[in-house]
């Protein structure tokens, strides 16, 4: 399945409100970062933490344009915590964090203007 990220890029078809609500995307907490040099393109894995219900999670994110790794612990990112797990190269990850496509296509995380806790649901 292809994906464009573009801004000018057309709506996507429509869907109905199960299939939204099938995504489970949740907001995390970043508890570590580090560069994966071992990546295709340049990326950071990033532990987070969801809360009790689903715990910790690692996941591999194209975001270095932006971000430095030592300037993630502590900030709230938004996730889909409910994509199979995707091996990448010997690193495993297991949500995909959410961003939108700067001017330049780069990355920039989505998170809530207000900290909300761990584990909280979009909808």
Do not use: C, W
Not at 41 to 63: E, N, W
Not at 78 to 83: E, Q, R, Y
């Amino acid at each position: 399945m292809h994906v464009t990220h573009a801004p000018d890029a057309p709506a996507a078809p429509a869907i109905d409100f199960d299939a939204f609500l099938a995504v489970d995307i949740r907001i995390g907490t970043v508890v570590s970062a580090e560069p994966f040099p071992e990546a295709r393109k340049p990326a950071l894995k990033l532990v987070i933490d969801f809360g009790p219900a689903i715990g910790t999670k690692r996941s591999s994110a194209q975001i270095t344009e932006h971000y430095r790794a030592e300037d993630l612990p502590g900030r709230q990112v938004a996730a889909v915590v409910n994509f199979p797990p995707r091996q990448i190269g010997k690193f495993l990850s297991e949500v995909l964090t959410l961003g939108f496509a700067d001017a330049n296509g780069a990355v920039v995380l989505f998170r809530p203007d207000v900290a909300v806790p761990d584990g909280s649901r979009l909808f």
